[in-house]
C-alpha cells in the first residue's frame, strides 16, 4: 500500500449545466416541442440489443408517448426465453476472467 504523504490533490469543482426555464416564448421551448413533433411524425422500430447485435424477434408491443398513451411512437421487439438465454451468454462471454 502506497501512502501520498506531501501529494497535492487538485479536484475541480463540480459545474452542473445550465437550469432552463421552457417559459412560453423561450428557445428551449422551441426546440422541445419542435423535437415532440418530429418525434410523434415517425414510426421507429426498436430492436433487442444482445453481445452488440440486433435481434428482431417479430414480437412486437407499441411504444407510447408517456403523456399521451393515444400516440404511438414506434415499436419494440420482446424478448422470449431464447433471447434471455442469448444475453446470459453474452454477459457471460463478456465477463473478466
Known amino acids: 500500500m502506497s ?6 490533490i487538485k479536484i475541480p469543482f463540480p ?3 445550465p437550469v432552463l426555464s421552457y417559459a412560453p416564448g423561450t428557445p ?6 419542435d423535437t415532440l413533433a418530429e418525434l410523434k411524425s415517425k414510426q421507429i422500430e426498436v ?3 444482445i453481445g452488440g447485435k440486433e435481434i428482431r ?3 412486437l408491443a ?9 400516440i404511438e411512437l414506434g415499436s419494440y421487439h420482446k424478448a422470449g426465453a431464447k433471447e434471455v438465454q442469448m444475453a446470459i451468454d453474452a454477459a457471460m462471454a ?3 476472467v
Not at 3 to 8: I, K, P, R, Y
Not at 62 to 70: E, L, N, Q, T, Y
Open 3 to 8: 501512502v501520498l504523504n506531501n501529494a497535492a
Open 15 to 17: 459545474q452542473n449545466e
Open 28 to 33: 428551449e421551448r422551441q426546440k422541445i416541442k
Open 47 to 49: 430492436p433487442l440489443i
Open 57 to 59: 424477434t417479430g414480437n
Open 62 to 70: 407499441k411504444i407510447a408517448c408517456p403523456h399521451d398513451h393515444s
Open 94 to 96: 463478456a465477463k473478466p
